[in-house]
């Protein structure tokens, strides 16, 4: 079945940087358009940013120029690094695989930041 395992979620500080890894099973990963959504306490899900098949990406206004979205087709892999963070970026970080209507979701990993 199709697994998608976050990492790399923790408690930082203002300022600071974290990276966040999905490693994806299941799937014919080249294939699907990947995605971070986070979520925070009381707040609906949102896109944080996505990254096609073919490498194209995309970023919410809120976090262009800071977080970049990356993948690793030889790994499995989805990469979300995290600079200049803010308190305002606290939230469970969800992995996204999507094709078509097709999507799965990772498990989530909690993101805080300290101001």
């Known amino acids: 079945q199709v697994q998608l395992v976050e990492s790399g979620g923790g408690l930082v500080q203002f300022g600071g940087s974290l990276r966040l890894s999905c490693a994806a099973s299941g799937i014919i990963f080249r294939l699907v358009n990947m995605a971070w959504y986070r979520q925070a306490p009381g707040k609906q899900r949102e896109l944080v940013a996505e990254?096609?098949?073919?490498?194209?990406?995309n970023y919410a206004d809120s976090v262009k120029g800071r977080f970049a979205i990356s993948r690793d087709n030889a790994r499995n892999t989805v990469y979300l690094q995290m600079n200049s963070l803010k308190p305002e970026d606290t939230a469970v970080y969800f992995c996204?695989?999507?094709?078509?209507?097709?999507?799965?979701w990772g498990q989530g990993t909690q993101v805080t930041v300290s101001s």
């Open positions: 990254i096609t098949s073919g490498g194209s990406t």
């Open positions: 996204n695989a999507n094709r078509g209507s097709i999507a799965f």
